[in-house]
């Protein structure tokens, strides 16, 4: 099966901007969960949306947010970049008979100048 | 905070098991045990999960102590492939009303040797 995809792959930004990052779940799967990644911090839970509806959040501040569309695919949005939000961002997909599985994509590299 | 330790690093030498360690003491009855692994650059990879008896799959082995206070990650014959960051991570019960949320520790980074 087709795994799970996000857009863009890399990515510059100048701090001030806001960015966009796209998930496209694995074909059935419900739950899109969104991780980010730094040499500092590790990975990190920033929030989970199931059927549309955010189901847990991380200790991210307002900036970081994110959505679930009817079709399971899901943006997440960050505003006013820090230079600080610099990172890998990873999404992961789950449900169908493997539930316990989280199938992460490649992740998006967000640099913030 | 993430519920697990585990050493920072590990060597194995290519074609021999390699046994990564975790303790988890503050484990609850229905928190299972999950083993995730990261190839540089890439997003984690499922390996294995249990909840206190031993189990195996086509990539690994895992068995969890009898008071499910820690557990050993087993890769059978290890390749240069294998090598990346091993995550162990407690997580409760999906059926339970938990969530998908992952707490990621540091994990092991587990380098096979040629």
């Known amino acids: 099966k087709a795994g799970v995809t996000q857009t863009p792959r890399y990515l510059i930004k100048t701090r001030g901007q806001q960015v966009t990052l796209s998930c496209s779940p694995i074909s059935g799967h419900r739950s899109v969960s969104w991780y980010q990644q730094t040499p500092g911090q590790g990975l990190q839970f920033l929030f989970e949306y199931f059927s549309e509806t955010q189901r847990n959040k991380g200790n991210f501040p307002g900036r970081f947010s994110g959505r679930q569309f009817s079709n399971s695919r899901s943006e997440m949005n960050v505003s006013t970049l820090e230079l600080g939000d610099s990172a890998l961002y990873l999404c992961?997909?789950?449900?169908?008979?493997?539930?316990?599985?989280?199938?992460f994509g490649p992740g998006t590299r967000l640099t913030v100048t | 905070d993430a519920k697990t330790t585990q050493p920072p690093s590990m060597d194995c030498a290519e074609g021999r098991a390699a046994n990564l360690p975790c303790n988890h003491s503050?484990?609850?009855?229905?928190?299972?045990v999950y083993w995730y692994r990261q190839i540089h650059s890439q997003g984690p990879q499922y390996i294995i999960h249990?909840?206190?008896n031993n189990e195996t799959n086509e990539m690994a082995s895992l068995i969890i102590t009898e008071d499910r206070k820690s557990s050993t990650l087993i890769l059978p014959h290890a390749t240069l492939r294998d090598t990346a960051v091993y995550y162990c991570?407690?997580?409760?019960?999906?059926?339970?009303?938990?969530?998908?949320?992952?707490?990621f520790g540091t994990g092991t980074l587990l380098a096979v040797q040629p």
């Open positions: 991570i407690v997580r409760p019960d999906y059926y339970g009303g938990a969530t998908n949320k992952l707490i």
């Open positions: 249990g909840l206190k």
């Open positions: 503050t484990i609850s009855g229905n928190e299972y």
């Open positions: 992961a997909s789950s449900g169908g008979l493997d539930w316990y599985e989280q199938y």
